[in-house]
């Protein structure tokens, strides 16, 4: 049997007002001078001041690139290295949501290694280490702070692009749930079905290890519990803090065990009708867990569990079928639609998105069941 492998930042700093520790943590990495890549959301929001703060306390100098847009554009990464070359900076601040924290780990990889950031998609492709960097999430969703990936956009070929190496992982991850407290409910909502794919797919994957089951279980039952009240109550700590607790659980868990179909049909959803991550993931949930549930019905079973269902003396395949009856009663909850037809897509452009999935036929590999072209064919006509 293969060796199972766990993957993780250096150090996670997690909890209420963690963000405070951010200076010493810095100084700790050596820094002097701290280059905080943001979007435009987070500065108008004000919710840069904790980190100037701590860092100003610090005795650390920063300067901030703010032009991360969604679904993040390769061309931003060059921006802010420049930006980061020019004012010499030593240390990279991800800050912000999913989109922000690749970038950041972009500019911390093409410092270092040079070139064109797309020349590394691949695996392991990364050859230098590169400059030290803290990821701090403003979301709960991406994990992105945890993980050994990055995902940027492909203008020129309208493409998602996937950098996956050990040189992404976060030297350290400052994860306050105060920080997400004013994230609006659908931001809320998409996120946390985000977080929730990631640990799904990755607790049914036939690479799931022992560590990311433990992460992935756990992760599944918070979000079931925390992910309504906080898309409800955007207020309520508890809430939240276990929503930063699951989105954090779910990436370190994939960044062990992988992830599936649920991401290689949801990317071309995405680029194609210019839809949030999460929500591309939200949409396509049901309908792959459909398409996959006779690979692991015992671990679909499982999760219905995790989700409140009673599964006690049912044969697996029954448990399993309520595990996609919990997560449309979740979508229904969140207001979420997981039609296609919901979005304006139509049926004469799934010839591109299945040219799109296909793409990404290596997560077919972890998936717990095999995909032809013809079946994801099916599966965007299911989800239609």
């Known amino acids: 049997m293969p060796s199972d492998l766990f993957y993780s930042p250096n150090k996670v700093v997690f909890g209420p ?66 930006q980061f070359l020019l004012e010499q900076c030593d240390l990279i601040i991800g800050f912000g949501g999913g989109s922000s924290l690749d970038v950041a780990k972009g500019v911390s990889l093409l410092a270092t290694n040079g070139g064109n950031l797309l020349d590394l998609c691949g695996i392991d492709l990364v050859k230098k280490k590169g400059v030290p960097k803290i990821l701090i999430p403003t979301t709960s969703g991406t994990g992105s702070e945890v993980t050994r990936v990055l995902v940027v956009t492909d203008e020129k070929n309208n493409t998602k692009e996937v950098i996956n190496s050990i040189h992404c992982l976060a030297d350290v991850a400052v994860v306050d749930p105060l920080l997400t407290l004013t994230i609006p409910s659908r931001v809320t909502a998409d996120s ?46 508890e809430a939240r803090y276990f929503m930063s607790l699951a989105a954090l659980y779910a990436g370190t868990a994939f960044a062990s065990g992988g992830l599936g179909a649920v991401h290689a049909l949801a990317y ?79 049926k004469k452009d799934f010839p591109k998105c299945v040219e799109g999935a296909m793409r990404f036929a290596r997560l077919f590999v972890p998936n717990p069941r095999d995909l032809t072209e013809e079946d994801v064919l099916s599966v965007y006509e299911e989800a239609y």
């Open 268 to 346: 071309p959803i995405g680029t194609e009708y210019r839809l949030p991550h999460g929500r591309s993931n939200a949409i396509m949930l049901p309908h792959i867990m459909k398409f996959n549930l006779s690979g692991n019905p015992e671990k679909y079973a499982n999760v219905a569990a995790f989700m409140g269902k009673r599964t006690e003396g049912l044969p697996a395949v029954k448990g399993a079928l309520l595990a996609i009856e919990a997560v449309q009663e979740l979508l229904e909850t969140l207001q979420i639609p997981y039609r296609l037809r919901d979005y304006g897509i139509s």
């Open 192 to 237: 946390g079905m985000d977080a929730l794919v990631h640990a799904m797919e990755t607790y049914v994957s036939v690479n799931a290890t022992p560590f990311s089951d433990v992460f992935a279980e756990k992760a599944i039952h918070w979000i079931n519990k925390y992910l309504p009240i906080a898309w409800a109550k955007g207020s309520n700590l």
């Open 17 to 82: 007002d963690a963000i405070k520790s951010l200076g010493s943590e810095a100084l700790q990495l050596g820094a002097k001078k701290a280059l905080i890549v943001t979007d435009p959301r987070v500065v108008k929001a004000d919710l840069l001041q904790p980190v100037r703060s701590s860092l100003g306390s610090a005795g650390i100098q920063c300067i901030v690139y703010d032009r991360v847009e969604p679904e993040p554009p390769a061309r931003c990464v060059k921006e802010a290295t420049d």
